[in-house]
C-alpha cells in the first residue's frame, strides 16, 4: 500500500503541477519545487496549529482543486504542450524510479544521528499527528527542526506504520525537484537540460570525502544537509527560470520558508538565498520615471517577499518551541559561558579584526586558513578547488551571455555567491572558537560537513546560470556556452566515475548493516505488545556503546529515560553523579568494565527507578555483576546470559521490586 499510495502521490502532484503550468505558460520543470514546497507550509501550519492529521487531506483538497481549475482552464492540448518539457519529465521519471526502487529495497537508517534526532522525529511526527517537540514523549531531539520530518509525513500512507524508506524516498524526491528548475530548458535544447539535471544529481557525491569504493549514504539518509544543499541551489535555479515574472518571484517564498526549517542553520541559508536573489534583482534594475515614494514601495516590497517568509518561520519556530516545552532552557546562547548570538557575534567580529585576539582564535583562524587549501571536501581535494571549478562555470557563463543586464547579472550573482561564503567562513571561524571545546575547536571538528551543503548549492546555482545562458539564443557565443556546459556537466559524471563510485548506495541493499538494527527490533516488538507511549522505561544494556540503547530509544512504543553516570548510592548526595543518556552498571570503583558506566547498587537502582518516575525496567542484556549483586530483588533471579526481558517496577519497598512482563528471544548477541 506504502509504494502504491507514493506512486499515486507523484504521479497527482505531477499532474497538477502540469495543470498549472500549461494554464499559466510557466515551465513546468519550475514548479514541483514551489507546489511542494507550498505543502509543506500548509502542513506547518497546521502543526503549528495542532491538528496535523488533517493538514495531509488540506493538501491534497488544494492540489485537487488547484488541477482542476487550471486544467479545465488550460485545455487538453495546453496540457500536452507542457508535458514537454525535458526537467519536469527528468523529474517525474527519477521520482517514479526511486519510489519504487528504494521501496523494493525497503532500506533502514543507519547513521547514529538519524536515531537521536533525524530519523526519531518524521517517526513521531508521523505516529504522534503532531511536530515532534510538542509530542510529551520524547523531546532529545526538540532541536530538530520540522522541515523533513514534514516532507516524510506528506509521503507516508494515512493510518499506516511509519515507514523508513518512504522517508527516504520523500526526501530524494525533493532533491529532484530542486534539481528541476535547473534544468527548465525549452524542450529544443534537451540535450543541455539532461547533463545539467545528471550532474546536478551527481554533485552530492561530488562533494564527498568518503574513500571511493565504501558505502554511501547519499539519497540514502535522513539526515538534513543533502535538502540543505538542494534547497540552496534549487531556489536560487526557482528564480532563475521563473522570477523575472511577479508571480514566479513571489513563489521562490515558498522554498525559502521550507529552506528556513530544514536544519538550525538553515536560517542562515535561507538568507543567503535571499541576498543573491536580491542582489541579482538589484542587478537587472531599471530605473523608471516614478514618484519616488512608489520607487521607494517598490524595493521594499521585492525585498520583503523573499525576506519576511524566511524571519516569519525563524521567529514563528522559536516561539513555538518555547511554548511547547516551558521546561526546556530555549534560551538562545552558544558554547559553555552561554553567550548571545549576538555577543558570539560582536566578539567574533572583534577578534577577526584583530581587536583583543585571543591565541586560541588565531591558532583556529591558521587553521582555518590553511584548509581552505588543504583539507578535502570534493573529490578533486580542497574548497579553493570547489572554488576555482564554481569560478570557471560563472566565467563561462559570463562569456555566453549577451553584453549588458544580462552579463552584469551573472557576474553579480557571483560575487554576491563569493561574499556570503566568506561570510560563512568566518561564522563557522567564530563558531569553532566559541561553540566547540579547545580539541574539537582547533581540529575543525565536521568541517566538511559544514562546508559541503552551501558549495553543492552554489555549484547547482553556477550549472543552472550557466545552461541559461547558453540556451537564450544561437549566437557563436551561446554555442560556445553550451559546449562549456556540456563540457562542465561531463566533467562532474567523469570524476565521478574515476574517484568516487562507492561500493553500494541508494541502488544497493546491504543487509550486512541491518543485523543488530533487525536484532533491537524483533526484540523491541515483543516488549511493544506490553508498551504504550504513556509508559517510561528505563533501558540497561551491559557492554553497549550506546547503539542498542539509542536502537531501543528509536523503536519502543515508550517514552525511554536517560540513565545518570558517575557514582551515586541512592541518597540525598548528588554531587558525584551527573545526567547521562544510556547507562552500564558497575560496581563500586570499577572503571575498567566498560567505557561508559553508572555506579549502581540494586538500592540506588531502585531508588532512581523511584525518583524518575520510571515504571519499567528492560534489562537487555546482563552480566556476572547482575547475576551476584541484583538477582535478590528479581523475580526468578537473574543470569548473565538470560535472554531481552521486560520489568514492571512494583516500588522501592517491595520484596520483590521487579517482576517480569515480556521475554524475547535472540540468536544476534553483539
Not at 524516498?169 to 525549452?186: E, G, M, R, W
Request: charged letters at 15%; glycine letters at 8%.
Amino acid at each position: 500500500m506504502q509504494i502504491a499510495f507514493g506512486l499515486l502521490f507523484i504521479l497527482f502532484f505531477s499532474a497538477v503541477c502540469l495543470c498549472v503550468a500549461a494554464c499559466t505558460n510557466y515551465d513546468a520543470a519550475a514548479l514541483p519545487l514551489p507546489v511542494l514546497s507550498g505543502a509543506v507550509v500548509v502542513l506547518y501550519l497546521f502543526g503549528l496549529l495542532g491538528p496535523l492529521q488533517y493538514g495531509r487531506f488540506a493538501v491534497f483538497a488544494i492540489l485537487l482543486a488547484c488541477g482542476v481549475y487550471f486544467g479545465v482552464r488550460a485545455g487538453a492540448r495546453a496540457i500536452r504542450r507542457a508535458a514537454r518539457s525535458p526537467g519536469f519529465l527528468l523529474f517525474v521519471g527519477g521520482a517514479c524510479f526511486l519510489w519504487l526502487l528504494l521501496g523494493i529495497l525497503q532500506p533502514m537508517f543507519t547513521q547514529w544521528d538519524e536515531f537521536t534526532a533525524w530519523g526519531l522525529a518524521p517517526k513521531m511526527v508521523a505516529e504522534r499527528a503532531c511536530l515532534y517537540v510538542a509530542d510529551p514523549v520524547n523531546l532529545t531531539a526538540s532541536f530538530t527542526y520540522p522541515g523533513t520530518s514534514l516532507v516524510s509525513f506528506l509521503f507516508q500512507f494515512p493510518g499506516a506504520p511509519f515507514s523508513e524508506w518512504a522517508c527516504l524516498a520523500s526526501l530524494d524526491i525533493l532533491a529532484l525537484a530542486c534539481l528541476a528548475p535547473a534544468a527548465s530548458l525549452p524542450r529544443s535544447r534537451w540535450a543541455t537540460a539532461v547533463p545539467i539535471f545528471a550532474a546536478g544529481f551527481l554533485l552530492p557525491f561530488f562533494f564527498s570525502v568518503l574513500p571511493a569504493g565504501t558505502p554511501s549514504t547519499v539519497y540514502r539518509s535522513a539526515m538534513a544537509d543533502t535538502p540543505l544543499a538542494m534547497l540552496f541551489g534549487g531556489t536560487v535555479c526557482l528564480y532563475r527560470a521563473v522570477g523575472g515574472r511577479r508571480s514566479g518571484y513571489a513563489a521562490c517564498a515558498l522554498p525559502l520558508a521550507v529552506l528556513t526549517m530544514t536544519k538550525d542553520m538553515g536560517f542562515a541559508y535561507a538568507l543567503m538565498a535571499a541576498f543573491l536573489i536580491l542582489a541579482d534583482r538589484a542587478a537587472g534594475f531599471r530605473p523608471a520615471r516614478r514618484r519616488p515614494l512608489r520607487l521607494l514601495g517598490c524595493a521594499a516590497l521585492r525585498i520583503a517577499v523573499p525576506v519576511v517568509p524566511v524571519l516569519a518561520v525563524f521567529l514563528s519556530w522559536n516561539r513555538y518551541t518555547a511554548a511547547v516545552t516551558p521546561t526546556a532552557d530555549t534560551a538562545a546562547a552558544v558554547g559553555s559561558e552561554g553567550l548571545s548570538y549576538g555577543a558570539v557575534l560582536a566578539g567574533g567580529l572583534r577578534q577577526l579584526a584583530g581587536l583583543d585576539r585571543q591565541p586560541r582564535f588565531a591558532q583556529i583562524m591558521g587553521a582555518m586558513a590553511r584548509a581552505l587549501v588543504e583539507r578535502r571536501v570534493c573529490l578533486l581535494g580542497a574548497p579553493a578547488v570547489a572554488l576555482v571549478c564554481i569560478a570557471l562555470l560563472y566565467g563561462a557563463a559570463a562569456l555566453a551571455s549577451p553584453r549588458g543586464v544580462q552579463r552584469r547579472r551573472v557576474v553579480t550573482e557571483f560575487v554576491a555567491g563569493a561574499f556570503c561564503f566568506a561570510a560563512l567562513y568566518a561564522f563557522h571561524l567564530i563558531l569553532y572558537y566559541y561553540n566547540f571545546s579547545e580539541a574539537e575547536g582547533n581540529a575543525l571538528k565536521d568541517y566538511e560537513r559544514y562546508l559541503s551543503p552551501y558549495l553543492i548549492g552554489w555549484m547547482l546555482a553556477g550549472l543552472c546560470v550557466l545552461g541559461r545562458a547558453a540556451c537564450v539564443s544561437d549566437s557563436a557565443r551561446a554555442r560556445l556556452g553550451r559546449a562549456a556546459s556540456a563540457l562542465a556537466c561531463a566533467a562532474v559524471l567523469l570524476v565521478f566515475a574515476w574517484r568516487g563510485i562507492p561500493a553500494s548506495g541508494f541502488w544497493s541493499d546491504d543487509n550486512s548493516l541491518y543485523t543488530l538494527r533487525a536484532d533491537v527490533k524483533a526484540r523491541a516488538a515483543c516488549m511493544n505488545t506490553v508498551l504504550d507511549w504513556p509508559d517510561r522505561v528505563l533501558v540497561i544494556s551491559q557492554g553497549d556503546d550506546a547503539t542498542r540503547w539509542y536502537y531501543y530509544k528509536y523503536e519502543l512504543t515508550a517514552k525511554v529515560v536517560n540513565g545518570y553516570g558517575g557514582t551515586w548510592w541512592g541518597n540525598d548526595d548528588y554531587s558525584s553523579r551527573w545526567d547521562s543518556d544510556f547507562m552500564n552498571l558497575v560496581e563500586s570503583l570499577n572503571w575498567d568494565l566498560y567505557d561508559f558506566e553508572a555506579v549502581c547498587t540494586v538500592d540506588s537502582l531502585t531508588a532512581y527507578m523511584e525518583e524518575k518516575n520510571i515504571g519499567y525496567l528492560l534489562i537487555d542484556r546482563a552480566d556476572d555483576y547482575l547475576e551476584r549483586e541484583f538477582s535478590s530483588r528479581f523475580e526468578g533471579g537473574l543470569t548473565a546470559d538470560m535472554p531481552a526481558t521486560l520489568y514492571r517496577f512494583e516500588g522501592r519497598n517491595a520484596p520483590i521490586a521487579f517482576t517480569p512482563v515480556a521475554r524475547a528471544e535472540s540468536g544476534v548477541e553483539s
